[in-house]
């Protein structure tokens, strides 16, 4: 998909009202999707690509921003996905710089009051989101990405290194 490709913006008509809905917010959109399935690349690869930008990065992030607040676990549990992969395959360190600065990001307000949901699909969208704050939380105090950077030479708990 072409640079031009994603910077134009769409126009979106609904019968009341008329906004523009820019590329980006639709490719959010459409990776996190509320069927249960993995983000589809073609919506994932332009938004890596767009984490090269700036002011892309930006429209990226407050697209995820609405998307986290859903109350449907499977737009959270898909917006965290975005988020990882943008962490793990984005422009360098983008992610983990903003989201280091922007932990609010992280806290799953409505979707922990919603009550419709089972108990273990929530606890294992908080342990997920817990484990991407405490990465970018940490990314924050030290500037380093232990697990994408893969230091081999940290010890486990066997006293092996990591891969080991």
């Known amino acids: 998909m072409s640079k031009r490709t994603l910077l134009k913006t769409v126009d979106t008509a609904d019968t009341s009202s008329r906004f523009e809905m820019t ?3 639709k490719l959010v959109k ?7 399935a993995p983000p589809k690349a073609k919506y994932v690869d332009p938004i890596l690509m767009g984490t090269s930008d700036p002011g892309e990065f930006r429209e990226i992030v407050r697209a995820l921003d609405s998307r986290i607040n859903d109350t449907a676990w499977t737009i959270v549990y898909k917006s965290l996905i975005v988020v990882h992969l943008i962490i793990r395959e984005g422009d360098k360190d983008a992610g983990l710089k903003y989201y280091s600065n922007h932990l609010s990001f992280f806290q799953l307000s409505e979707i922990t009051k919603s009550a419709k949901w089972s108990s273990g699909d929530i606890r294992a969208l908080e342990r997920y989101n817990n484990y991407l704050k405490i990465r970018c939380k940490e990314y924050g105090h030290i500037s380093k990405d232990y697990v994408r950077d893969g230091y081999y030479s940290l010890k486990s708990v066997n006293g092996n290194g990591i891969g080991v």
Do not use: P
């Not at 459409?30 to 249960?36: D, E, N, Q, S, V």
């Open 23 to 25: 590329t980006y917010v």
């Open 30 to 36: 459409g990776a996190t999707k509320i069927k249960m």
